[in-house]
């Protein structure tokens, strides 16, 4: 069964930096594209960055362009995301997923990791 596992998450101050990971199981992680999702308290689920598999290409929401960096190392099954500069509005549960060819994540939810950026 397939299981992802994010990490990395914590307490930061605005202007601060952290470096996400997720580590996939059960699956043919080389295969698939994946993505970083956010969700906010009272928000929906939102795509932040997503990179195509091997990790050719990456597409960032226009939120987070310029400030998060989205990478995969495939010998380790092993998607990482970068946050620098975090600012308030990007508190949030983040979470991974392997994407299908469109684009429309699949169900295997982890438990996420809590980013939270305050003062």
């Known amino acids: 069964q397939v299981q992802l596992v994010e990490s990395g998450g914590g307490l930061v101050q605005p202007g601060g930096s952290l470096r996400l990971s997720c580590t996939a199981s059960?699956?043919?992680?080389?295969?698939?594209?994946m993505g970083w999702y956010r969700q906010a308290p009272g928000k929906e689920r939102e795509l932040v960055a997503m990179?195509?598999?091997?990790?050719?290409?990456?597409n960032y929401a226009d939120s987070v362009k310029g400030r998060f960096t989205i990478s995969r190392d495939n010998d380790k099954s092993t998607l990482y995301l970068q946050m620098n500069n975090l600012k308030s509005d990007d508190t949030a549960v983040y979470y991974c997923?392997?994407?299908?060819?469109?684009?429309?994540?699949?169900?295997?939810w982890g438990q996420g990791t809590q980013v939270t950026v305050s003062s």
């Open positions: 997923n392997a994407l299908d060819g469109g684009g429309v994540p699949y169900d295997y």
């Open positions: 059960g699956l043919t992680f080389i295969r698939y594209p």
């Open positions: 990179i195509t598999s091997p990790g050719a290409r990456t």
